[in-house]
């Protein structure tokens, strides 16, 4: 098993593969590997890109990472899909978008299907990002399923957040509504060379210009409880482009507040003929890094992350652990007594406790 | 898939024909049949496919060839899965193969031919057998 490792550290595409597929069907070798992992990672900035279905997320994904190759960064990708709720199958489309990158050893790519996970990635996957990081990629870009409204997991696994909208797919109502726009760092307005993609800019401006969660402090909502990183308001900020520049890094840290920009693409035109907008899409990522990594921030979101992780882990655990405490007759005991209306749920929960 | 979790394969057309509406077909009934199929879609060079089936750690490749080049494909795409060190990664393939060609296509590791008139229940069953026979991986 370390051995895995020890080749995966050594930089063989084949024990990364394995590696994946041991953390993608929780194998039992899985912990011990990394765990072997883990002081190898934190290197890589891992960008998560979301939005609804057919927005052009893995065409995006192919244009950014023919870009960084081009800056002579690596560049690992993982993509999401989901899996069929009735079947378990699943199928796994996103490399067609991206058979530019193909035989550059400087580039992987990796699908997952989210395996019974609404989040919009699958569970193991920030796992996954973990092989990718101690394989020593430069840049992870995370694409998740096609997203509605509520996956956000995203903003969890990822430092950079991209959400995608292409014009024509909803007024400035779906602007304002809570959930997946308010986990964006970077809005991306694709296809922008269709028509309306005028009208869907100055939607997002305008919800921006309304209050964007940055402007209050960052919650990511998790099992009810809200986790708050710190993002102030500058009320003054232009909401049009990233606020943040080298230039401000004299002033007090911490008070520069981060506007998510809204920036135009055409992720399908070659880039070599027109403006397709994946530069200044790297440059306002880039930005949004150095936002981060000015101060304490970056080690507060990384704080809260881990935060997060080590409580769902817990749950998970301590449940199982419990649940192997108590005989599986007693557990049916209660949920007969619950359903027959001689116990109430709050009262099973504290009985089953005691019963240990 | 050793430990119960979904076959994973990978459904590539190599070569030029544009004729992608089997493999499609193909892809969706392993799909209702519980597989993860990683579709790469048109025009894959052996390399691409080798590439593709190594980063994916697939358990079997399926290729789908309706154009006839198929002795001069499926040799060289071995030999690209083999040079990827894929050695023992099973390949099966789909379309229109003559059974002339049937002994050298499994001359050259093609372990199961699907032509037209094949069941998905056959094609099933045939890949759920050829991937347990395969075993756990080396690696």
Known sequence: MTDLATDLLNGSRRALARALTVIENERSEAPALLTALYPHTGRAWVIGVTGAPGTGKSSLVNAMAAAYRKTGKTVAIVAVDPTSPFTGGAILGDRIRMRDLSGDAGVFIRSMATRGSLGGLARTTRDAVRALDAAGFDIILIETVGAGQSEVDIARAAQTTLVVEAPGLGDDVQAIKAGILEIADVLVVNKADRPGADNTVRALRAMLELGHPTNSGRMVNHHGQMMQTPAQMDEKAEFATAQFTASHHGEEAGAEVWLPPVIRTIATRDAKTENDGIGDLLAQIEAHRLYLSDGERLRQREHDRIDIELRDRLAHTLMKNLLNEVSSEYYESVISQIQARTLDPHSAVRAILSAR | ?139
């Open chain 2, 1 to 139: 898939m050793m430990d119960g979790h979904a076959i994973r394969i990978l459904i590539a057309k190599p070569g030029l024909d544009g004729h992608d509406r089997g493999a499609k077909v193909i892809a969706r009934a392993l799909r209702d049949a519980g597989f993860e199929v990683i579709y790469t879609g048109l025009r894959q060079t052996p390399d691409m496919i080798a590439e593709a089936a190594l980063q994916e750690d697939v358990d079997v490749v399926g290729l789908s060839i309706l154009s006839g080049a198929h002795q001069t494909l499926v040799p060289v795409i071995r030999q690209a899965m083999d040079a990827h060190e894929l050695g023992d990664v099973p390949m099966i393939l789909g379309g229109i193969i003559p059974e002339q060609d049937f002994e050298a296509m499994k001359q050259a590791g093609v372990k199961a031919i699907f032509g037209p008139g094949s069941t998905t229940t056959d094609i099933v069953t045939t890949i759920r057998r050829i991937v347990a026979e395969r075993g756990e991986p080396t690696v």
